[in-house]
C-alpha cells in the first residue's frame, strides 16, 4: 500500500486531455514539493515535472503540473500513442523522514 | 552528458550480502545528494536510501524495510556511491536504480541493476 494514492489506470483517445491524480497527507504533499516521472516498460523513469509544476528542459509543455493541498495533479494534453507508459507521482514525507512514491499510473491512450 | 551506471547486482542467497556502486559523470558529484530507488518486478518505484552531500553534513537516510540491514555510503573523490546490502531477504529481489540530480528531484537515473534473492 502506497502513502501516496493514485488511480492504477487511465485512458483517453488521442488528441483528448487526461489527468493522473496523487493524493496524500499533511505530511507529504501538504507539506512538500511534487515530482512526475514517466516510465516505459523496461527502461529507468524519466523526470516529467519537478516542484510541483515546472518542467525540466526538453519536457513538452503538454505535461502540466499543480498541487493544491494534499493533492497533486499531472494534466497531459493532445494525448499521442507514445504517452502510453506508467506515471509516478514522488514527494518527501516528513513523518517518515523518507522519499514517498505513488503507486504509479498506467496511462493508455486508444 | 550526465551517466549514472550501477553495477554489482546478482544472484544471491536469503541472508547473503551484496554491495552495489554507482559511478557518476557529468556532473559535480560532491555537490548532490545521492539515492537508491528499486523496482521489484511488475511493481512500482520504492525508494531505498539516500546521503545528503558532505556539504549538507553527509547524513543517511533509509526506507524503514532496509533500516539496519542495508547502508549507503559515498567517495566524492571516486564519483561513485555504495549500497552495501546484508541479511538479504526475497522481497529485497528487484531493479536497484541510482538516482540523484541538481532540482529537487531525480532528474538523472542509471539504467538499474538487478538483484535476485533466492536459494
Known amino acids: 500500500q502506497s502513502v501516496l494514492t493514485q488511480p492504477p489506470s487511465v485512458s483517453a483517445a488521442p488528441g483528448q486531455k487526461v489527468t493522473i491524480s496523487c493524493s496524500g497527507s499533511t505530511s507529504n504533499i501538504g507539506n512538500d514539493y511534487v515530482s512526475w516521472y514517466q516510465q516505459f516498460p523496461g527502461t529507468a523513469p524519466k523526470l516529467l515535472i519537478y516542484?510541483?509544476?515546472k518542467r525540466p528542459s526538453g519536457i513538452p509543455d503538454r505535461f502540466c503540473g499543480s498541487k493544491s493541498g494534499t493533492s497533486a495533479t499531472l494534466d497531459i494534453t493532445g494525448l499521442q500513442t507514445g504517452d502510453e507508459a506508467d506515471y509516478y507521482c514522488?514527494?518527501?514525507?516528513?513523518?517518515?523522514?523518507?522519499?514517498?512514491f505513488g503507486g504509479g499510473t498506467r496511462l493508455t491512450v486508444l | 552528458e550526465v551517466q549514472l551506471v550501477e553495477s554489482g547486482g546478482g544472484l544471491v542467497k536469503p541472508g547473503g550480502s551484496l554491495r552495489l556502486s554507482c559511478a557518476a559523470s557529468g556532473f559535480i558529484f560532491s555537490n548532490v545528494w545521492m539515492h537508491w530507488v528499486r523496482q521489484s518486478p511488475g511493481r512500482g518505484l520504492e525508494w531505498v536510501a539516500r546521503?545528503?552531500?558532505?556539504?549538507?553534513?553527509?547524513?543517511?537516510d533509509y526506507a524503514a524495510p532496509v533500516k539496519g540491514r542495508f547502508s549507503i555510503s559515498r567517495d566524492d573523490s571516486r564519483n561513485t556511491q555504495y549500497l552495501q546490502m546484508d541479511s538479504l531477504k526475497a522481497e529485497d529481489t528487484a531493479l536497484y536504480y541510482c538516482?540523484?540530480?541538481?532540482?529537487?528531484?531525480?532528474?538523472?537515473w542509471g539504467q538499474g541493476t538487478l538483484v535476485t534473492v533466492s536459494s
Open positions: 514522488e514527494t518527501w514525507d516528513i513523518t517518515l523522514s523518507a522519499v514517498v
Open positions: 538516482a540523484t540530480g541538481e532540482l529537487r528531484a531525480y532528474q538523472w
Open positions: 516542484d510541483n509544476n
Open positions: 546521503i545528503k552531500s558532505k556539504t549538507a553534513g553527509g547524513a543517511t
